[in-house]
């Protein structure tokens, strides 16, 4: 166990229920527990800037601080958002969506695992999608002892080929059942390497190859691209943000703007989307 010191915008709350990633929960009041392939962390913050975590330094650094994009300052691009916005018509809401969504980041995710999920979460809310991805960890991953007992991990290419029709359809998955198969017959022929594409320059291109893969599109590429390959021009275009399209940005699809950070943009409209009304109206 080791305290971490993190000056940077980091709020664990938001990073777990930021629509990212599906794995991430609150084992107990201010604790929350992370996975990543075989790592397990438990973070809880213990005063400003600082984390109590359940791993050693040498952990930490090597896996953790690149999880969760700690090499990047988030702060300074927030403040180009908001010199950005000012004396646009869109000002007030994106003012108040970069207050509300602070302490958000990007995770740098292993990409079987977010393309597996994101295949998963079409037509799904995000506790469905969470329930899926844990019975398909619990029925074929492999266990990870952790400090609070066994953890599945996210299972393998392999592990997860030796799903049936039976398994899936227990899992709730319907049509994207399918989906998954194809995934996983076109990773295992190499039609689409994930390793491979680490090493594509080409955004475009990038996407393309993932939509080799049946049910697949345009926003699941772009999710896949964001989460697991960190392309933060891509920008997935779910309800949320169109709506902040429609009603916000007064149709305009605003986050091509801001090219290189774009994607960090959508997400921080999307968390504030999604969960500032519930706070307004309480």
């Known amino acids: 166990m080791a305290t971490v010191a993190i000056e940077d915008d980091f709020d664990l709350q938001k990073i777990a229920d930021s629509g990212q990633c599906f794995r991430p929960k609150e084992v107990e009041p201010g604790v929350f527990r992370f996975i990543t392939l075989n790592n397990v962390v438990y973070i809880k913050k213990v005063e400003e800037g600082y984390y109590d975590v359940s791993c050693g330094v040498g952990e930490w650094d090597t896996v953790w601080t690149t999880?969760?994009?700690?090499?990047?300052?988030?702060?300074?691009?927030?403040?180009?958002?908001?010199?950005?916005?000012?004396?646009?018509?869109?000002?007030?809401?994106?003012t108040t969506a970069l207050e509300f969504s602070k302490g958000i980041r990007i995770l740098r995710q292993d990409p079987f695992?977010?393309?597996?999920?994101f295949i998963i979460s079409q037509r799904k809310n995000i506790p469905a999608i969470r329930s899926a991805v844990e019975q398909i960890c619990e029925k074929f991953g492999k266990p990870i002892i952790t400090t609070?007992?066994?953890?599945?991990?996210?299972?393998?290419?392999?592990?997860?080929?030796?799903?049936?029709?039976?398994?899936?359809?227990?899992?709730?998955?319907?049509?994207?059942?399918?989906?998954?198969?194809?995934?996983?017959?076109?990773?295992?022929?190499?039609?689409?390497?994930l390793e491979d594409l680490y090493n594509e320059e080409n955004d475009e291109t990038l996407l393309e190859s993932l939509k080799k893969i049946n049910g697949v599109g345009d926003k699941v590429s772009a999710?896949?691209?964001?989460?697991?390959?960190h392309?933060?021009?891509?920008?997935?275009?779910?309800?949320?943000?169109?709506?902040?399209?429609?009603?916000?940005?007064?149709?305009?699809?605003v986050f091509s703007?801001?090219?290189?950070?774009?994607?960090?943009?959508?997400?921080?409209?999307?968390?504030?989307?999604?969960?500032?009304?519930?706070?307004?109206?309480?």
Not at 69 to 93: M, V
Not at 182 to 191: G, Q, S, V
Not at 259 to 270: I, N, P, S, T
């Open 67 to 94: 999880y969760f994009d700690l090499h990047t300052e988030y702060a300074p691009i927030r403040e180009e958002f908001y010199q950005s916005a000012a004396g646009k018509p869109y000002e007030e809401f994106l």
């Open 231 to 253: 392309r933060l021009e891509c920008v997935p275009v779910d309800v949320w943000i169109m709506r902040a399209i429609l009603e916000d940005f007064a149709g305009e699809n």
């Open 113 to 117: 695992e977010t393309l597996i999920s």
């Open 257 to 282: 703007k801001f090219r290189e950070h774009a994607g960090l943009l959508q997400q921080y409209v999307f968390y504030y989307k999604r969960n500032g009304r519930k706070v307004q109206t309480v």
């Open 223 to 229: 999710c896949v691209a964001l989460y697991a390959y």
């Open 148 to 193: 609070h007992g066994e953890v599945p991990a996210f299972p393998k290419v392999d592990e997860l080929s030796e799903a049936s029709a039976y398994d899936l359809s227990k899992m709730s998955l319907g049509y994207r059942s399918a989906y998954v198969w194809d995934a996983l017959a076109k990773i295992r022929n190499m039609d689409v390497s």
